[in-house]
């Protein structure tokens, strides 16, 4: 049956735990459909966000407010704050939601200069380039940088949106088991000589990408490994830090930081203003030479309108607070905060005998649920306690590595994860999904 996929269906009565097995033939392009239209969190429509730095959120139906366990906003800036909301609402009189022109059309405000400029500082680079969606910033750049000739080597659970950008570009493609320098090293063994000058060999250039925390896994790269292997097979790196930059690091500079990392040794560094900053869009910060050569080539910069400016100064002021530059230590003690939360969330979920994935200090954390059954009955019994969690599951994972992603921010109260962690706890109980013997309590 060309164009159709055998998938295995199980549906799970959670309360008998029987389980029923279903195999049908699925047109391959409907494999993201039937679990996208399960009513549960996350497919309902938000009325609106609570004020409370984004912890809770309203929906239109059944609940009318839940706990947000599911939402990138590390650090609490994606709602007011005392600093950056009345500055993007005097950007928004000032400049207007949009620039509606290309940034050499006349998109380019003293905004988006300053934020280039602050960009290039704050994560340790001569400069960099401004899009107006992370997204884009893969699938557009990775295509200018390298074409017929080049040389990808992609990490396996790399994004989609890099895996969009690699085959949007010309060139070959090789994949690298996940976050696995020794196989990094096999793949570029097969391509080239160790030591090989770049000027002699098969590809005209070869980049490596990876990401800083891995975002369905919520697991650091081994960055200083993989830089290693880089070197010695003089392959450019491109490090995607959406959910790094602003969320680790003593001072929030991501991975590099957090692992001890030099910059230098980093060619391309690449993020998102969507996560930590409360904002919109995307970055690329790099040498100026890449820089001016990315300004001059890349089409998503020549010709798609600028970001919208009450976004940039969104991002400006976060970053401001970050570094403290907004003359309070507010900063600081939010990046303390959601390291704090993080660790204490992780070690509890695995002393009730979850499977957390990830690493410490990642505010990112899956449960594993692996039935992709068990999604409805999960995430609708957190719901049912109003904590709204987020479950991923084919195709963003393999099929039967089913998750629910648990998302740490700083907003959140202990209050607020002590509620979290009972709700999660019964509903793991009634699921199933505790595969590990508990901890028993510490007299
Ligand atoms: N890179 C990674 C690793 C991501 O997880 C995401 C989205 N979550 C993106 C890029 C795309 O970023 P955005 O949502 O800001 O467009």
Redesign the pocket.
Known sequence: LKGYAPICLGLEDFYTRRLYLRIQACPIDCFSRPIASAPDAWFDVVERYSNDNNKTLHRTSNTTKCLNLGS?NYLGFAAADEYCTPRVIESLKKYSPSTCSARIDGGTTNLHTELEELVARFVGKPDAILFG???VT?SAIIPALLGNGGLIISDSLN?N??VNGARGSSASVRVFQHNSPSHLEEVLREQIAEGQPRTHRPWKKIIVIV?GIY?MEGELCKLPEIIAVCKKYKAYTYL?E??SIGAVGKSGRGVCELLGVDTDDVDIMMG?F?KSFGS?G?YIAASKEIIQYLKHTCAAHLYATSMSPPAVQQVISAIKVILGEDGSSRGAQKLARVRENSNFFRSELQKMGFEVLGDNDSPVMPIMLYNPAKIPAFSRECLRQEVAVVTVAFPATPLLLARARICISSSHSREDLMKGLEVISKVGDLVGIKYFPAEPPKC
Do not use: F, R
């Open positions: 990138y969606m992370g997204y893969n994004h949106s890099i990401e975002s995607d959406a959910h998102t969507t919109c995307g």
